[in-house]
């Protein structure tokens, strides 16, 4: 059985730091696109940040170098530092594993409000 879990999100100022970690199990996560997803209330999830399995990664647009995805292929673990937080930053944060198959996280929260 498949299992991400998240942990690491909480209340923060305006221009504090988190760091999410997404621990995985059930699967061979190094072969798996590892991402960070979120969403705030009334919208659509969105696509935060990806990690390939080789490493090559991808942000959403808009943070504009403030978040920085990484992995850890020996601790099935995936990464989301984020710094500079705004309140616009605040909703759920949901690890994802794609691959053989898609897998979700149950989500963590991340407040961003002084």
């Known amino acids: 059985q498949v299992q991400l879990v998240e942990s690491g999100g909480g209340l923060v100022q305006p221009g504090g730091s988190l760091r999410l970690s997404c621990v995985a199990s059930?699967?061979?996560?190094?072969?798996?696109?590892m991402g960070w997803y979120r969403q705030a209330p009334g919208n659509q999830r969105e696509l935060v940040a990806q990690i390939g399995s080789g490493g090559t990664t991808y942000y959403a647009a808009s943070l504009k170098g403030r978040f920085t995805i990484s992995r850890s292929n020996a601790e099935s673990t995936v990464y989301l530092q984020m710094n500079s937080l705004k309140p616009e930053d605040t909703a759920v944060y949901y690890c994802?594993?794609?691959?053989?198959?898609?897998?979700w996280g149950q989500g963590t929260q991340v407040t961003v409000a002084s």
């Open positions: 994802n594993a794609a691959g053989w198959g898609e897998h």
């Open positions: 059930g699967l061979a996560f190094r072969i798996f696109t």
